[in-house]
């Protein structure tokens, strides 16, 4: 990414072609006199303009000619997103006249911008942290109420204060040993051993708190992982064909019909659900159905919700087995499980559906039930309230901090593996110059979340996942 500050750059930060007005942004040291040399006023100049105000102008081509009628908002240096000078040109949103409007400022003095590189200016220019500035691309890219308040809450800088938080302890730490160096010929002690364990073992505790939060984190912005699995023929690929709303999955008869996973996003209230469709389990000598039944049981672990479709025509000891071998392989302290006993419309299904009732209650009562009809879209109301329901209890709920990015999760992991060597090192009676360095290690891995010690080309990896406006 080329990035200077001297220069001005400029882009549209909305879609052209789209609603009735496009907005073009421009932000740099000559912004207001690129403005001024594309703008002509009624009265006055963008340069002498007020800051915070909207005046009214024509974009005029080199000679004269007007291209359109505009809105110019005029923000000032630092009150601005970027800190910098800036304005927002806000003309019709026709593509051609957007274009052309970009084209005129570009032959006035700015150039076209990065992917990202507004962010990146206001996060130099210390508007905001990394992560702050991180969240904001996940704002833009949220999918449903629970991922837009998490990243919502990273904006205003909740995430922020907590690493802070963590900092400070650290950097007391760090401060106390660094002083004891600084006297080791005198063999003086400043920092108590017992107060820098509980100081660890308080920012070890928060660390994991943040750490355990991604498995969710990452289901917020790929989608909760739904697994629906069973025996062949149960109804499962009917199950999500009825779902989404269209013939995404094969559907017939035939047993083992389908082989490999298919998936398809799903947003109920704001929930974004990824459903997976998987081969139906059963014992096979098919080579290639093996396969898919391997990836079955792999997406079945790997799901936060299960639903285990029974086919409510099958024989009781087959009903029997097929819930047992599911049962055996969902981790209740991390998964939700849904029986959906299918194909309740059909005639003798009563008997059945008591018998996977039976099954269940001896089994765990923290199970879920449904009776549904996938094919005759019966009961599958119920079916999208009870898979809203499995978040309730989600971190997001209470307030707490999701941590949602990969980068940050690897970089708190690397953290609480330098915390642990500290712990190790405080209990075996080490120097203070060793423990320095693996604190001095956690530090560097946290400050590098909030962007303290980032290298350019990382910053240049990160901003380029922007869109060019933003």
């Known amino acids: 990414m080329k990035f200077d500050l001297n220069e001005t750059i400029v882009a549209p930060a909305t879609l052209p072609g789209t609603g009735a007005i496009t907005v073009i942004r421009m932000s740099g040291p000559d912004s207001f006199a690129v403005a001024d040399r594309v703008v002509k006023l009624a009265s006055g100049t963008i340069g002498t303009s007020a800051a915070n105000s909207i005046r009214f102008g024509t974009a005029c081509y080199p000679g004269g000619e007007p291209l359109d009628e505009v809105l110019v908002s005029v923000f000032r240096s630092p009150h601005s997103y970027t800190g910098e000078d800036s304005v927002e040109i806000s003309c019709h949103a026709s593509k051609f006249i957007a274009e052309e409007l970009v084209l005129q400022l570009c032959n006035a003095g700015a150039r076209t911008a990065e992917p990202g590189e507004f962010t990146r200016r206001a996060y130099v220019n210390g508007k905001m942290d990394l992560a702050q500035a991180e969240a904001v691309a996940d704002i833009i890219a949220s999918t449903g109420s629970a991922s837009l308040r998490v990243a919502m809450n990273q904006l205003k800088g909740g995430y922020s204060k907590e690493l802070s938080t963590v900092r400070e302890q650290l950097l007391e730490m760090t401060s106390l040993l660094e002083l004891e160096l600084d006297f080791s010929e005198e063999d003086v002690e400043f920092a108590d051993r017992s107060r820098l364990l509980e100081l660890l073992d308080s920012s070890l505790a928060h660390i994991y708190s943040l750490t355990d939060t991604f498995r969710y984190g990452n289901a917020l912005r790929n989608g909760v992982p739904v697994a629906i699995v069973g025996a062949a023929n149960s109804g ?182 330098a915390l642990e060597s500290v712990r190790t090192s405080l209990l075996s009676g080490l120097t203070p110059d060793l423990i320095a360095e693996d604190l001095r290690q956690a530090l560097h891995h946290l400050s590098a979340i909030l962007g303290e010690v980032t290298p350019d080309e990382v910053l240049g990896n990160i901003f380029s996942r922007f869109c060019i406006g933003k």
Do not use: W
């Open 236 to 417: 499962k690929s009917t199950l999500l064909n009825s779902l989404v709303g269209e013939q995404r999955a094969i559907v017939s008869d035939i047993a083992g019909t389908t082989r490999d996973t298919v998936e398809e996003m799903l947003n109920i209230d704001g929930h974004l659900f990824r459903i997976i469709d998987t081969a139906g389990l059963r014992e096979t000598s098919d080579s290639i159905e093996k396969i898919g039944i391997e990836r079955a049981y792999s997406k079945l672990s790997e799901a936060s919700v299960v639903l285990a479709m029974v086919d409510v025509t099958s024989s009781g000891p087959e009903i029997e087995d097929s819930i047992s071998d599911i049962l055996k392989r969902v981790d209740f302290s991390c998964q939700k499980l849904l029986i959906l006993a299918n194909k309740v419309d059909l005639e003798g299904s009563n008997k059945n559906v008591s018998i996977i009732n039976n099954v269940v209650t001896l089994a765990n009562n923290e199970i879920v039930t449904l009776n549904i009809s996938a094919k005759a879209g019966i009961g599958l109301k119920g079916l999208k309230e009870a898979l809203v329901a499995t978040q309730n209890d989600s971190p997001v709920n209470s307030g707490q901090t999701i941590v949602t990015n990969l980068r940050h999760y690897e970089a708190l992991r690397n953290a609480s593996s």
